[in-house]
């Protein structure tokens, strides 16, 4: 089974060093989708605005064969008040 | 006291399910003599062949004798959830002796061995010592216990917090029945198989390994796994063996 890699850049670079053995492109899509939103989850409601969180996926030779780009703005900041 | 006709992987020699019983409250030697002449039937499993069977009606309940063994559910488009992770000592299906029929199917993770035996004799062997009873019941709340706390792991944390907790759960589980080596345990488990417990993708399972090893808190490598940095590992799941009750005390 070829191997992928899933890299991961949220203001900080996270390199895949190791990478998985998978089926083909298609799994590698699939496991992918599963992973961001996962890796998102762990995030626990602490999205930070205004940073991109990519993750982006390569073959063995590096090429890379998919982007998903979760872009956060937050287009109005209401300061809260000391009672809210 | 070797006297046991069950061949056993721990350094001692002792049934591994007198291990586990004996963390939880002391036996007599009467009691232990009886536990070690049931029965039992040694039978041996592969990777992924099925200990016992979803829908049917055993009339024999097993007892892990080494390996590792899984219940997992699946849905109609295969995504997998191993929902319990049976260890040497563990009483895979004593609630079938109650419950008569199991509801889903133990399947081995590894090769593993398994000492199977009759309901007919268990009972006979709980109306000779109601004090096994409780313990047997006390066991199978341990069992409860265990997976209330894997259900708030697979709520509620992370996927390196769950990672971490699991690592801590197995070395304190497999140290009770005398299968940690120093700081490591024999983990024969494959990613895919990993994903299926954490309920992760293998790629997110994949990274929270990367993860784990980077801050020094584990090594795994040819099916052992090393903790290298214990209280780190501890901490990062915040780790607390209570729920499995592993202090013996009159029950």
């Known amino acids: 089974m070829p191997r992928y890699y899933f890299h991961v ?35 626990a409601g602490s999205l930070p605005a205004d940073v991109e ?16 780009h979760v872009q956060a703005e937050r287009l109005r900041t209401t300061a809260r008040t000391k009672e809210g | 006291m070797r006297g046991s006709a069950l061949p056993s992987e721990n350094a001692a020699g002792i049934h591994p399910l ?12 009467e009691e232990r003599r009886a536990i070690e002449n049931l029965p039992w039937r040694i039978r041996s499993f592969d990777p992924e062949e099925d200990l ?18 899984s219940r997992v559910k699946s849905s ?20 079938c002796f109650v419950l008569k ?55 509620r944390r992370n996927a390196v917090q769950r990672l971490a907790h699991l690592f801590c759960e197995m070395s304190r589980r497999l140290e009770t029945v005398g299968l940690t080596r120093g700081t490591g345990f024999v983990f024969p488990v494959n990613q895919p198989t990993l994903s299926d417990m954490l ?14 090893r980077a801050r020094g808190l584990i090594t795994w490598q040819r099916q052992l796994l090393e903790i290298g940095d214990w209280r780190g590992l501890a901490q990062l799941a915040e780790f607390d063996p209570d729920y499995l009750y592993l202090t013996p005390e009159p029950r």
Not at chain 2, 52 to 69: L, N, Y
Request: proline share 2%; hydrophobic share 40%.
């Open chain 1, 9 to 43: 850049r949220n203001g900080q670079v996270r390199d895949d060093r190791e990478g998985v053995d998978l089926e083909d492109d298609q799994e590698a899509w699939h496991q992918a989708t599963l992973a961001c939103g996962e890796m998102l989850r762990d995030l």
């Open chain 1, 53 to 68: 969180w990519r993750m982006s996926g390569t073959d063995a030779e590096g090429r890379t064969l998919f982007e998903i």
């Open chain 2, 18 to 29: 007198i291990l586990l019983l004996e963390r939880r409250d002391r036996l007599s030697p």
């Open chain 2, 52 to 69: 016992v069977r979803q829908k049917d009606r055993p009339t024999e309940s097993c007892v892990m004798i080494d390996g590792f063994a």
């Open chain 2, 76 to 95: 109609a488009d295969g995504a997998r959830q191993i929902t319990t992770f049976y260890v040497a000592g563990d009483f895979v299906d004593l609630n």
């Open chain 2, 101 to 155: 029929r199991i509801d889903h199917s133990v399947t081995a993770v590894s090769r593993c061995r398994a000492g199977f035996v009759s309901h007919e004799a268990l009972t006979a062997l709980i109306e000779r010592f109601p004090h096994l009873t409780r313990l047997f019941w006390t066991i199978t709340e341990v069992d409860a216990a265990i997976l209330r706390n894997w259900i708030f792991q697979l709520g």
């Open chain 2, 199 to 212: 309920g992760l993708s293998i790629v997110h399972t994949n990274r929270s390994v990367q993860e784990l």
